[in-house]
């Protein structure tokens, strides 16, 4: 028998919520139980082989070399399986050290009941230690064989007590010495389970501003591994502002790392362009996760100052495409995707790149080449991007297991392939499913995505049979993902003043009241609505039964006219495209904002476009109007 993609993918959630049942009902933890060391990945591995293989005076915890290969094979020492309570701390540390080099040489784990005797008196007199037995104890503990779980017996009860002794510490410790034990912590892969890093760093965070390049770049990675902001983080930018001169790329690159996971944007403009013009020039030798680090921090930071110097390192970066890897190729992609900015020669040969890997491609990667492809709406000379659209769908039915662990980079596939006319039913209804819908978005409202999918499955019309999103959503959604109808009581944004004029032009043109409306709710912006008679040429007002603003409901042209709706009653809908709406210097729409026009003509409206470089250039009122007059000419004769 063989399988649809709707069965499996039905199949497969069956069994993901049959496995929630199951575990709920018998009242045991739903997390799986978490290896002993975590939140280790090559990323924060090769930070940290930055910092410790630096000749630069990093405060690395350095592996011990101790192991006393006679002692161990003389048997477990006596004094770790009958411990006395009254032991000096000197023959408490030199008990665990025998202890460790028993574990290690045997293969034994610390959880062996043997040792709990041990382990309790250890734990009850390790405030007697000294501050470098103390951190040689966090050495020991990784010289350990890894247990089945940081609460392994013993093990929890070790690290737990030494994190509570180096809280109690932290007044007292100098900045070199908090960073050193945090660097054993994170060795330990225990950085973001205890609590003295956190607190360490909120300690180091009060004088950023005085820190020397080592000390700030070794704080930054820390934040980089906790993934929380201390304090203001503009300190760290200020800080390596002036120093930025003492540090290698390297070094930048694990700044890089802890402000785009701490999620704090740099606002230095000359830093920026310092890091931009370093990039540039080490290109050929840059590593990949240095480079991917950079390029994520100046994607997040670049405003419109940086267009220039984004576009040079585009250029720049084409020849790097067959160098590096698919993931540092996705990230080339991606880099003007905030700003609109679009090197069409590099995305085409990165999409050649996809095309000759997409089976070895992540999902999330599948998912990000795909907004790279709806946001640039480009057609390249070879028509890699419609190969590789056309290619998606048949893979996305291969990776029902991936998409069911990572069901929202699905629905976001599917939403970009929209925007490229790419359409395919079947996987359109899974992911309308109510099943899949709630396996995507367990406790809340599906996100914005949902919404642009659940009205292009309207606008297909008869040829859509699947589940839809009900009334009640929809109207939630239109309360909570568009934005207010402009009004000029309130703060506007450039875009928003540019409509209200154009309101008040028209208004004053064809001596009515035009009227904004969200006649696509899935879109955040509202537009101008016109409702023309051509025989009677006047606007006539909408119908009395038209729905309320933030309804969710796809306004089509019997909501808007009711009783009054024939051929000679034109809806024209004038649309202000924003900077943001087209590619920068490149003669086309964003993908989404092409989209947005086409669905207003799937609902039978005539759209008209207005720039907003068009409407800035003109001064006065009756420059305004004539520009008026031309536009509604061309679009519908008025």
């Known amino acids: 028998m063989i399988w649809t993609t709707t069965r499996c993918m039905q199949r497969g959630l ?7 049942r199951l575990v709920l009902n018998r009242s045991i933890r739903t997390a799986p139980t978490m290896p002993a060391r975590v939140f280790l990945d090559s990323e924060n591995q090769y930070a940290h082989s930055i910092l410790s293989g630096s000749l630069k005076p990093y405060q690395i915890a350095r592996a011990m070399e101790w192991l006393d290969t006679a002692a161990v094979a003389a048997g477990t020492p006596q004094r770790v399986l009958q411990p006395r309570g009254n032991s000096e701390a000197s023959e408490l540390y030199s008990d665990l050290q025998q202890l460790v080099q028993h574990c290690r040489q045997n293969e034994t784990q610390i959880s062996d009941e043997r040792f709990n005797p041990f382990v309790r008196v250890y734990c009850e007199q390790l405030h007697r ?3 470098e037995q103390l951190l040689g104890s966090l050495r020991c503990l990784k010289q350990l064989p890894s247990p089945e779980s940081t609460k392994s017996a013993n093990y929890m009860e070790l690290w737990n007590t030494l994190d509570i002794e180096c809280c109690r510490r932290i007044d007292r410790w100098s900045s070199s010495q908090l960073l050193l034990v945090s660097d054993a912590w994170y060795q330990l892969g225990l950085a973001r389970i205890g609590e003295f890093v956190w607190l360490a760093l909120r300690k180091i965070g009060r004088k950023i501003r005085k820190l020397p390049p080592e000390q700030l770049v070794q704080s930054m990675f820390l934040c980089n591994l906790l993934r929380r902001p201390v304090f203001e983080m503009f300190d760290f930018e200020w800080n390596l502002a002036n120093c930025v001169q003492e540090m290698t790329l390297q070094e930048l690159g694990v700044m890089a790392m802890g402000f785009f996971k701490t999620q704090t944007p740099i606002r230095n403009p000359e830093l920026l362009q310092h890091i931009y013009t370093r990039l540039e020039a080490q290109l050929d030798s840059v ?32 020849p790097q495409v067959d160098r590096v890897s698919l993931l540092t190729c996705l990230h080339m992609a991606l880099l003007g995707c905030e700003l609109q900015t679009c090197n069409d020669e590099l995305v085409e040969r990165i999409l050649l790149r996809f095309e000759h890997e997409l089976d070895a491609a992540r999902l999330k990667d599948i998912e990000r080449i795909c907004l790279v492809i709806a946001l640039f709406n480009l ?45 395919d039913v079947e996987l359109l209804s899974v992911a309308l499913d109510p099943r899949f819908v709630r396996h995507v978005y367990r406790s809340g409202m599906p996100g914005r995505e949902y919404f642009h999918l659940d009205s292009f499955a309207q606008l297909l019309g008869s040829e859509y049979k699947g589940s839809f999103l009900t009334e009640k959503q929809r109207q939630q959604m239109g309360k909570l993902y568009t934005q207010y109808i402009p009004d000029a009581n309130y703060k506007l944004n450039k875009t928003d003043r540019i409509l209200l004029e154009i309101r008040d032009a028209l208004g004053s043109l064809l001596r009515s ?44 042209r019997q909501h808007l006219l009711g009783a009054k709706e ?23 729409h964003t993908g989404q904002f092409a989209m947005k026009l086409k669905q207003l003509q799937q609902l039978g409206h005539k759209p008209v476009v207005i ?28």
């Open 129 to 131: 230690l000294n501050d």
């Open 14 to 20: 069956a069994m993901v919520q049959q496995v929630q």
């Open 513 to 556: 009241t035009i009227t904004a409306k969200h006649l696509l709710p899935h879109y955040d912006r509202s537009d101008l609505l016109i409702c023309y008679d051509q025989q009677q040429h006047c606007v006539i007002p909408l119908d009395a039964s038209c729905p309320a603003d933030y309804s969710g409901v796809l306004l089509t």
């Open 611 to 638: 720039y907003w470089h068009e409407w800035r250039e003109l001064e006065t009122s009756t420059d305004r109007q004539n520009f008026l007059k031309r536009r509604l000419r061309q679009a519908a004769n008025i």
């Open 287 to 318: 590593e990949d996760i240095t480079l991917v680090a950079l390029l994520k921090v100046l994607r997040y930071s670049s405003k419109l100052p940086q267009v220039d110097a984004l576009q040079h390192l585009l250029v720049a970066l084409q």
């Open 566 to 588: 024939a051929p000679h009653v034109d809806t024209l809908v004038i649309v202000v495209a924003g900077w943001n709406n087209v590619i920068r210097d490149k003669q086309r």
């Open 379 to 423: 057609s390249t000379g070879s028509g890699v991007e419609t190969r590789l659209v056309q290619r998606l769908p048949e893979m996305l039915r291969q990776r029902i297991p991936e998409i069911l662990r990572y069901p929202r980079c699905y629905s976001n596939c599917l939403q970009f392939l929209s925007m490229r006319n790419v359409c």
